[in-house]
Structures are given as C-alpha cells and as structure tokens.
Nanobody, 124 residues
Framework: QVQLVESGGGLVQAGGSLRLSCAAS????????MGWFRQAPGKARDFAAA????????YYADSVRGRFTISRDNAKKTVYLQMNSLKPEDTALYYC?????????????????WGQGTQVTVSS
C-alpha cells in the first residue's frame, strides 16, 4: 500500500501562484511515476501533469504546459506541483496519484493509489 497526502491548496487571485505538495509513505518503491489530476465542480477528473521517479521525465496537459511545473524530491518522498499564472478555470480539487506502470500516463486507470485532494480556488 502507498499512502498519499496532498497539501498547499488555498485561495489565490488570478495571476498568482501556489505550490502543491504530495507526501508519499508505505511501499513507495513499487511506484514508477506520480501524477497530478484535478476535478472542477460538476466536471470529470482531468490529468494535469506526471513525472517519473527515476529520471524525472515529465508529461503535461496542454492546458497547464508552460504554467505548471511538476518536480520530485525522492529523499523526501514528495512530489510538487508549482502553479504559476493561475486562472479562474484552474479552480478544482487537485489529486496526487501513484502509478506502478513502466510509462508516463494521463489515464486515471493507470494509477493505483490516490490522495484525498487539496482544494485550489482562483478568484478573478
């Protein structure tokens, strides 16, 4: 089992920045990659970004590329999502997820473990 705990969400004005953190514990050696997803009210959960834990390769959704940066600190077992130039449409519950698949994926079904989420609200 892998436990994931997100933090760092909050309320920010449009154009502002936030950094989300995802701390992992448990059988983390079984994870190959970590991802961030988000779910706005009344909408499906969408992929935002993913990173491999070995070499730090990254993958971004078009909607966040150039504004968000995913990174990891393996010693701390923590993955980060730096979010800049935030827009009201970035408002969502942000989830961290862990995958044991040997490839980066934007598909929820490829992720085995999920956190409880942290709320990000961007005001206009």
């Amino acid at each position: 089992q892998v436990q994931l705990v997100e933090s760092g969400g909050g309320l920010v004005q449009a154009g502002g920045s936030l950094r989300l953190s995802c701390a992992a514990s448990g059988r983390t050696f079984s994870s190959y990659a970590m991802g961030w997803f988000r779910q706005a009210p009344g909408k499906a959960r969408d992929f935002a970004a993913a990173i491999t834990l070995s070499d730090g390769s990254t993958y971004y959704a078009d909607s966040v590329r150039g504004r968000f940066t995913i990174s990891r600190d393996n010693a701390k077992k923590t993955v980060y999502l730096q979010m800049n130039s935030l827009k009201p449409e970035d408002t969502a519950l942000y989830y961290c997820a862990a995958s044991s698949r040997p490839y980066l994926s934007r598909n929820m079904v490829d992720y085995d473990y999920w956190g409880q989420g942290t709320q990000v609200t961007v005001s206009s």
